[in-house]
């Protein structure tokens, strides 16, 4: 007889496989941060939730950004994979913010896109310098 699932879990059968629920994203001023990204992604900033501040990826993954008042903040990756739609959408947000996007994770290539796997990419750096990409095509993966 299979295991059942514990009553904590969502998804819906024993076999799922895991899911990505929220990742904790570092910040010195965590308003700040989130409403940056969600500005960019063109989505809302949640509700404060204990010491976090969400944006909901709508996918059920959730941002929680969470204050970093006495460390540096080290830098991660984020990268959002998104219709062509909401890329135009995103580039022309950097643009009225001022926030430049290169076509290259090394930020060496300003104001481009790549074209990689058949879709565009750009990334960009967030208050924290924080390297978040948009993407319209996942990678291809051996």
Not at 13 to 42: C, I, K, M, N, W
């Amino acid at each position: 007889m299979p295991a059942s699932p514990s009553p904590l879990s969502s998804p819906s059968s024993s076999t799922a496989l895991p899911r990505l629920d929220h990742v904790v994203v570092y910040a010195r001023d965590r308003a700040l941060s989130a409403e940056f990204v969600a500005a960019v992604l063109g989505l809302p900033v949640g509700a404060p939730f204990g010491p976090f501040l969400p944006v909901d990826l709508g996918n059920g993954v959730t941002l929680d950004f969470y204050e970093l008042r006495d460390e540096p903040v080290q830098s991660q990756h984020l990268a959002f994979l998104v219709t062509e739609a909401q890329f135009d959408a995103a580039l022309s947000r950097l643009d009225a913010l001022g926030i430049t996007y290169y076509a290259d994770p090394s930020h060496r290539e300003p104001g481009r896109v790549n074209r990689l796997f058949g879709g565009r990419g750009a990334y960009f750096a967030d208050p924290d310098g924080h390297n978040l990409e948009v993407l319209t095509r996942s990678y291809v993966r051996p």
